[in-house]
């Protein structure tokens, strides 16, 4: 461990950021389908 610190702080900090990125996704794509259903409420 003590070999690649820089490693290893890469490793975690791109993990978080892909946390991150699948995070917004998922709130995007809920964002879309509440809408979706708005829209389909309206014209039923």
């Known amino acids: 461990m ?3 610190p820089h490693s290893t702080r ?5 993990q978080i950021l892909a946390l991150g ?3 917004a ?3 995007t794509a809920h ?4 809408s979706s259903v708005v829209i389909a ?3 039923g």
């Open 2 to 4: 003590k070999s690649f």
């Open 10 to 14: 890469n490793y975690w900090r791109n």
């Open 21 to 23: 990125l699948s995070l």
């Open 25 to 27: 996704a998922a709130g």
């Open 31 to 34: 964002a879309q389908a509440e």
């Open 41 to 43: 409420g309206k014209d």
